[in-house]
């Protein structure tokens, strides 16, 4: 059985593709990929494209022209627009995204209050899965202007590709949990602790909590979680509507992974959870993938013809050029075991490879080859 | 070498693995756990972010949270590993210092333990390196339990802000005992006793990330110990240019076809090779400039298994 090919320009053509998500373990070139994806959507299909970065290496930021992390799309110069396309790129800033959501879910007065305190400072700059949280949002907000014919985000170098779907309920379920509520039963009984088997298990929770952190720390927390409450609704129903957003039809996963068991596996890992969570996926990047370019050769041959150019004395560059093609080809069989551990368990998801570039790619000559390498035909 | 001699070449007791995702950090920590359990040592390998990544690689049901051998090294020596989650650690420290016992358990029933990790990022790096601290000056009997312990620490992106405890816990804690906890690991962590090893393949992003890493490090006054080269290739060709004529012979010679689509196909591999190596020269220099010691790793031909691991243990050892 032959896995299908992934067929990238009608994903990108397709005016009902809206969103792309590109999702993988860290170090497979996603940040790369969107942004090749992006282009080729713009150049070739003449699609209005915004491309989403959440932490792009400093050169790739600076070949679609981005220089500061400002949470505003730039328009990427030097592509070329005779489609009728456009390229914009963005930089995630984490922090200036949750600010605009507290902002927006409550009063100048209590924004100002939750802004200053301690709490929201920690966890609006460090809170594991507060980068993917924002990342969801400015997509729900992007999503939300229908300025864009295409949105392309990349997502969170996260711990897991799976942070990345986990942490929007997480921190929904977290707003919306017990622990909070337990925080904030005495102020919304009026200040009164009543006699129930939760005001009873919170003392012990608040007297351990003053142990050991001490006062002005719970003073700081009951503050932030009292302030928090008001935005309640609001973040759940965020979480909920961007859930949906990539529920929908209109939005396309690609798993992007490098032929190594672990990036391989992290995929399969992914691939399972979008099925559960019914969420639209549309094929593998294979990324970095090797190839020979001396078809028909197998390793030993090249190998043995090597060692008797090396006995005879003669071509020493051919000989090395020989041992070069067998390593070459050892990679790509292994490369090819790798690949198959996905689509045995994936047989039906369509996928493409990317072969590995000699060097890294920083600019946007880089980027269209690298789109059109995942445009090609098998 | 006799193998304490070897093992003294890696002075420190805490050895601290980072490294960009994908370089191969868990790989290189197990070899790093192996190679110091040499001449009948103990030691222990930790990982922290819940990814199982230490079962994985040695091909074990994953681990509780307990530490429990997971090879033993000829002379008697051992590794032990152990997968820290933030939840059962605070849970020990409560027990610990505050004798809690049942009210700790009550704690995690309404998810206490999960808010208290959740809202401040910087305690759960503080429990979590609080209890890398206590295995490494762990004692019994007048003896260390450990040798070495080696830890699979988060990517090169976040190891300054998990490592810097104290200036995330500082903001939230002002007084009390989580902030004597996180000056006792920060006071740990900025002493000779640790070791902060950056592991990194010859490709730009890892080097860039691993040189931004150096730098953040040596400003928080946290030891870099070692850079660590993984999966290394040998350069195959010697000569600095290479000619299609000069293949075409060669291949002749040989009695291979040497048709012109064999030949250019030969000569864009091996130009290829080429502008590799050196991209790699350039990125190998680029690290050399940093001054920190250097150790070169293989790449394993057939994946990492025990044998492997063992490979690159004696590498890390001899390197």
Known sequence: MTTPHLDVDALL??????IVVCCGAGGVGKTTTAAALGLRAAEVHGRRTVVLTIDPARRLAQSMGLTELDNTPRQVKAIDTEAGGELHAMMLDMKRTFDEVVEAHTTPQRAAEIFANPFYQAMSSTFSGTQE???MEKLGQLRATDEWDLIVVDTPPSRSALDFLDAPARLSRFLDGRMLRMLLAPARSGGRSMFSLVTASFGVFSRAVQKILGAQLLTDLSGF??????????FRQRADETYRILQDPQTSFLLVAAP???AVREAAY????????RMPLAGLVLNRAHRTEMTGMSAERAESAAAALDAAGEHPVTADALRIHAALVRLTEREAGVATTFTDAFPAVAATSVAAQPADVHDVDGLRAIGAALAAAP | ??????TARWPARLHVVTGKGGTGKTTVAAALALALAEGGRRTLLVEV???QGIAQLFGIPPLPYAERRVAGVPGGGEVRALAVDPEEALLEYLDMFYKLGAAGRALRKVGAIDFATTIAPGLRDVLLTGKVKEATTRSREGRRVYDAVVLDAPPTGRIGRFLNVTAETARLAKVGPIKSQSEGVASLLRSPITAVHVVTLLEEMPVQESLDAITELGSLHIPVGRIILNATQPALLTAAKVTKAELKRGLSAAGLPADAGAVSGLAAEARAHLTRR????????ELTETGRPMVELPLLDRGVDRSGLEELADRLMSG
């Open chain 1, 260 to 262: 190594e068991r672990d």
């Open chain 1, 133 to 135: 949280y924002m990342a």
């Open chain 1, 13 to 18: 053509a397709d005016p009902s593709t809206k």
């Open chain 2, 278 to 285: 050196r991209l790699e020269e350039s990125l190998r220099t």
């Open chain 2, 1 to 6: 070498m006799a193998s304490n001699e070897r």
């Open chain 1, 225 to 234: 979680v009292a302030a928090l409450d008001s935005m309640f609704g609001g």
């Open chain 1, 270 to 277: 992914f691939a399972e959870r979008l099925v559960t969570e």
């Open chain 2, 49 to 51: 972010e819940g990814r």
